[in-house]
């Protein structure tokens, strides 16, 4: 029989391609497209060695619908589509939002419609916990409600989000949105991980590269927060477990198990670690220490949030596996390895 092949938008990028390696291990065929506009294609080599199996790769923009339409007659085994591929740095997006509309909101409906136009009508969608702004009650369930986007960024996942349930309450489109916490680490093997492009702006990589001695210290932004040590908390989710979850919701929805056409899962661990407490967990699993300072808050940030996955706990049958010392030391190899330094 044949495999299923699943289209990946994004599919270079940190998580499309920690999916990628998830679905081909899980039987499935992918089919990636990417611009490259924030990754390379080398990442396709890391995948192939991972898995043994290269994936097909097509340099595609999807704002670009004649494209993207050639994809699907290209490949007529799709069964279903992930879509990752969007901008996602939330400073960036205040200062150039018609960038982040057009390129986010474009991206989506050039997909649907060409899935429709294909029939192909089972789609997961890259979210974010973002969507919930500071909730009222932690940890947070999907049926806090959604609050005013505090950018521009924040705003096109809820678009999307829109978009989607709308699109699904018109005709036989079904989907997943996944809302992830804060995707961190890298593949075990460290032949892919995140690669982000100047200074990174999360806080792991910046972590990681102040380990390598690529930044000379680490800015803590704010200790005067409601919080037992000061610092802003989290929910850290590894990107391997955030990418087995695509694969059991591409499952649930191509093994007809969804009761809603646009289901919504948080995918997190459910356990906040504040950010004195995550550069603690990085020195202890690493043994490398990280030299930073407190500076004042960053514009725009959320004092707490962390997840309530139980929904997909109980519904996908998903749960996170990785422990936060073996994500941190993940991303640590991955660093080592891109900088050259020995493991
Ligand atoms: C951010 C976005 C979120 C988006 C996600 C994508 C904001 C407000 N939120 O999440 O919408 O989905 O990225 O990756 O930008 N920190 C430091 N020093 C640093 C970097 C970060 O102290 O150099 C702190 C932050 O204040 C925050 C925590 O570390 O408390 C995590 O920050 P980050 O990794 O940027 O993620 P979020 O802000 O949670």
Not at 51 to 70: I, K, L, M, Q
Not at 188 to 212: D, K, R
Request: aromatic share 8%; net charge negative.
């Amino acid at each position: 029989m044949s495999k299923s092949i699943i289209l990946v938008t994004g599919g270079t990028g940190y998580i499309g391609s920690h999916t990628v390696v998830a679905l081909q291990q899980a039987g499935f065929e992918a089919v990636i497209i990417d611009n490259l506009s924030n990754s390379t294609a080398e990442v396709v080599d890391g995948i192939a060695r991972i898995t043994g199996a290269r994936p097909h790769f097509e340099r595609v923009d999807c704002c670009d619908r004649h494209a993207v339409a050639a994809v699907f007659e290209k490949y007529p085994g799709i069964t279903a589509v992930i879509h990752f591929a969007a901008s996602k740095a939330v400073g960036e997006s205040v200062e150039k939002p018609l960038l982040y509309y057009r390129n986010n909101l474009v991206s989506l409906l050039n997909v649907v419609e060409e899935m429709l136009a294909h029939a192909v009508l089972s789609i997961v969608f890259s979210s974010s916990c973002t969507v919930y702004g500071q909730p009222a009650a932690l940890p947070v369930t999907e049926d806090a409600p959604v609050q005013p986007a505090l950018s521009p960024y924040g705003n096109t996942k809820q678009i999307c989000e829109e978009i989607l349930r709308d699109t699904a309450a018109s005709c036989a489109l079904q989907g997943v949105l996944l809302r992830y916490f804060n995707p961190v680490g890298a593949h075990p093997s460290a032949e892919i991980g995140e690669w982000p492009v100047g200074v990174p702006q999360n806080l792991v990589p910046f972590i990681t590269q102040t380990a390598a001695g690529v930044r000379k210290e680490l800015s803590v932004f704010g200790n005067d927060y409601h919080t037992p040590d000061g610092s802003c908390i989290r929910d850290y989710i590894n990107v391997v477990d955030l990418a087995r979850a695509h694969v059991q919701a591409v499952n649930y929805l191509l093994g007809g198990k969804n009761k809603t056409a646009m289901d919504v899962f948080n995918i997190g661990t459910g356990k906040g670690l504040s950010v004195l407490e995550l550069v603690s967990a990085f020195q202890e699993a690493t043994g490398v220490k990280i030299p930073y300072k407190i500076t004042g808050r960053r514009a725009g940030d959320i004092e707490q949030v962390w997840a309530n996955p139980g929904k997909a706990h109980a519904v996908l049958g998903w749960h996170a596996q990785e422990s936060i010392e073996d994500t941190l030391r993940s991303a640590w190899k991955w660093e080592k390895k891109v900088r050259g330094i020995e493991q």
